[in-house]
C-alpha cells in the first residue's frame, strides 16, 4: 500500500515605512526656522500627557496551503467460485476431475510378481455390459502377457459413484487364475466427507475364480486423508493431491479390520496412483491422461 504525506507551510511577513524633512538659510543671524513635522498615522492613539503617540499597525495575512487531492487507489478484489459440484476439501469439481470419453493415459505398474512395466489405461462411458450402462476404467491389455483390470462403475451425484464389478484378468505370463469381483447389489460408494471423515458401506461380494466361485459378508470403509499430498513423476511435481485410504473387515480376514490399500488422486490428472492395485502390487501415472 502506499502511503502519501503532504506538508504545507504558511508564512506571514509585515513591512514598516519612515518620512524625511529640508533645511533654509538667514543673511546674518542664522536662527534655525521651526522645522514642522506632520506624522501621518492611522490610528492615532493620544497619550495622557498630550503628546501625539503614533500607531504603527502590522497587517499579516496568512496564505491557506493549497489542496491536494490523494488519488484513491482502488484493490482489485478477488474471489473464487467454485462449481456446484465441487468436493467440500479438494476444491474441484466432480464433472471436472473426470477424463473425456474415450481418454488414454500410460501407468507404470508393479506386478503381484515384481515385474515393472508401463501400460496403457482407457475410459468409456456408457459401456452396455450385463444389461446395463456402465463407465468402465481399464488397465493393462487384455490377452497380453501382463495382467489387467478393468472397473466398472456409475456415477450417481457429484463424489457419488456405485460400483458395479472387478476384473482381475491375470495375463499369460502370471501362472494365475483370472478373478472376477462382484456384488449383490451395485456398491454405493460416498467420496463427498471432509478430511477424516469416512465412509463405511456394508455388503457381499462375490468372487469368481476360473474354477471356483465364493460369497462373503464385508464391510468396506473410505476415508479422506489428506488433501495436501505433494508427490514427484516423470512429467513434473506435484502439489495438492489427495490421499485416500480403504479399509476392509468381514469373515475372511478373521473378522478384523485390515488396510487395503491406498489411492492418490489430483484435481487435474485424475488418480495419479495407488499402493494396491488389486492384480498389480501399485501403478503410478506415468503420462497423463488426453
Given at each position: 500500500?502506499?502511503?502519501?504525506?503532504?506538508?504545507?507551510?504558511?508564512?506571514?511577513?509585515?513591512?514598516?515605512?519612515?518620512?524625511?524633512?529640508?533645511?533654509?538659510?538667514?543673511?546674518?543671524?542664522?536662527?534655525?526656522?521651526?522645522?514642522?513635522?506632520?506624522?501621518?498615522?492611522?490610528?492615532?492613539?493620544?497619550?495622557?500627557?498630550?503628546?501625539?503617540?503614533?500607531?504603527?499597525?502590522?497587517?499579516?495575512?496568512?496564505?491557506?496551503?493549497?489542496?491536494?487531492?490523494?488519488?484513491?487507489?482502488?484493490?482489485?478484489?478477488?474471489?473464487?467460485?467454485?462449481?456446484?459440484?465441487?468436493?467440500?476439501?479438494?476444491?474441484?469439481?466432480?464433472?471436472?476431475?473426470?477424463?473425456?470419453?474415450?481418454?488414454?493415459?500410460?501407468?507404470?505398474?508393479?506386478?503381484?510378481?515384481?515385474?515393472?512395466?508401463?501400460?496403457?489405461?482407457?475410459?468409456?462411458?456408457?459401456?452396455?455390459?450385463?444389461?446395463?450402462?456402465?463407465?468402465?476404467?481399464?488397465?493393462?491389455?487384455?490377452?497380453?502377457?501382463?495382467?489387467?483390470?478393468?472397473?466398472?462403475?456409475?456415477?450417481?451425484?457429484?463424489?457419488?459413484?456405485?460400483?458395479?464389478?472387478?476384473?482381475?484378468?491375470?495375463?499369460?505370463?502370471?501362472?494365475?487364475?483370472?478373478?472376477?469381483?462382484?456384488?449383490?447389489?451395485?456398491?454405493?460408494?460416498?467420496?463427498?466427507?471432509?478430511?477424516?471423515?469416512?465412509?463405511?458401506?456394508?455388503?457381499?461380494?462375490?468372487?469368481?475364480?476360473?474354477?471356483?466361485?465364493f460369497e462373503a459378508d464385508v464391510?468396506?470403509?473410505?476415508?479422506?486423508?489428506?488433501?495436501?499430498?505433494?508427490?514427484?513423476?516423470?512429467?513434473g511435481d506435484l502439489d495438492g493431491?489427495?490421499?485416500?485410504?480403504?479399509?476392509?473387515?468381514?469373515?475372511?480376514?478373521?473378522?478384523?479390520?485390515?488396510?487395503?490399500?491406498?489411492?492418490?488422486?489430483?484435481?487435474?490428472?485424475?488418480?495419479?496412483?495407488?499402493?494396491?492395485?488389486?492384480?498389480?502390487?501399485?501403478?503410478?501415472?506415468?503420462?497423463?491422461?488426453?
Amino acid at each position: 500500500m502506499r502511503r502519501a504525506w503532504i506538508l504545507a507551510m504558511c508564512l506571514a511577513v509585515g513591512a514598516a515605512a519612515a518620512g524625511c524633512g529640508d533645511d533654509d538659510d538667514a543673511a546674518t543671524t542664522t536662527t534655525p526656522a521651526p522645522v514642522e513635522q506632520t506624522t501621518t498615522v492611522a490610528p492615532a492613539t493620544t497619550a495622557e500627557s498630550g503628546t501625539t503617540v503614533a500607531s504603527v499597525t502590522t497587517e499579516s495575512s496568512t496564505t491557506a496551503a493549497p489542496q491536494t487531492t490523494v488519488p484513491q487507489t482502488t484493490v482489485p478484489q478477488t474471489s473464487t467460485t467454485l462449481p456446484a459440484d465441487a468436493h467440500q476439501a479438494m476444491g474441484v469439481g466432480w464433472s471436472a476431475i473426470w477424463p473425456a470419453d474415450g481418454a488414454t493415459a500410460v501407468y507404470r505398474v508393479v506386478t503381484r510378481d515384481g515385474v515393472e512395466a508401463n501400460v496403457p489405461a482407457r475410459i468409456d462411458y456408457s459401456v452396455d455390459w450385463r444389461g446395463g450402462e456402465w463407465d468402465k476404467i481399464s488397465l493393462g491389455e487384455v490377452g497380453g502377457e501382463l495382467p489387467a483390470l478393468a472397473i466398472y462403475v456409475r456415477k450417481i451425484d457429484p463424489w457419488v459413484i456405485e460400483v458395479g464389478a472387478i476384473e482381475n484378468l491375470a495375463g499369460s505370463a502370471a501362472g494365475e487364475q483370472d478373478l472376477f469381483e462382484s456384488y449383490a447389489e451395485p456398491v454405493l460408494i460416498d467420496l463427498s466427507g471432509g478430511i477424516g471423515e469416512s465412509y463405511e458401506v456394508e455388503t457381499t461380494v462375490t468372487i469368481e475364480f476360473s474354477n471356483d466361485t465364493f460369497e462373503a459378508d464385508v464391510t468396506y470403509v473410505i476415508t479422506l486423508e489428506s488433501v495436501s499430498e505433494a508427490m514427484s513423476l516423470d512429467f513434473g511435481d506435484l502439489d495438492g493431491v489427495s490421499l485416500w485410504s480403504t479399509r476392509v473387515s468381514g469373515p475372511f480376514v478373521g473378522g478384523d479390520t485390515i488396510l487395503l490399500g491406498q489411492f492418490w488422486m489430483h484435481p487435474e490428472y485424475f488418480i495419479v496412483g495407488t499402493d494396491s492395485g488389486l492384480v498389480f502390487a501399485e501403478f503410478v501415472l506415468v503420462e497423463p491422461w488426453e
